[in-house]
Nanobody, 126 residues
Framework: QVQVVESGGDSVQAGGSLQLSCVVS????????VAWFRQVPGTEREAVAA????????SVIDSVKGRFTILRDVAKNTAYLQMNSLKPEDTGIYYC???????????????????WGQGTQVTVSS
């Protein structure tokens, strides 16, 4: 059974930094994809970044490009989201998700992922 647990959310001031962690336990095959999504109340959940754990290929959305970096430690089955130069609009609940690789579906689609964490709150104040 696969379990996804994210942590690291906090309240910070604009311009600050946070690093979120996502631990994927259980067997996921020889390679798998991990993504970060975020959600603000009243809006749809949106993909932020994704990484293929062994291969290393990664993607981020345009709105965080140059500020956020997705990293991984394969030996620890852990993916990280390093968030710098945080803005108030980055506020939301951040979710980690894990899915099989390879698959045909886009990294930005929630249906690409089979397992989800409980979410961790990130709040950025002015």
């Amino acid at each position: 059974q696969v379990q996804v647990v994210e942590s690291g959310g906090d309240s910070v001031q604009a311009g600050g930094s946070l690093q979120l962690s996502c631990v994927v336990s259980g067997y996921m095959g020889s390679d798998y994809r991990v993504a970060w999504f975020r959600q603000v109340p009243g809006t749809e959940r949106e993909a932020v970044a994704a990484v293929i754990m062994r291969h290393g290929g990664n993607s981020v959305i345009d709105s965080v490009k140059g500020r956020f970096t997705i990293l991984r430690d394969v030996a620890k089955n852990t993916a990280y989201l390093q968030m710098n130069s945080l803005k108030p609009e980055d506020t939301g609940i951040y979710y980690c998700a894990a899915g099989r690789w390879p698959v045909r579906s886009s990294w930005e689609l929630a249906v690409s992922y089979d397992y989800w964490g409980q979410g961790t709150q990130v709040t950025v104040s002015s």
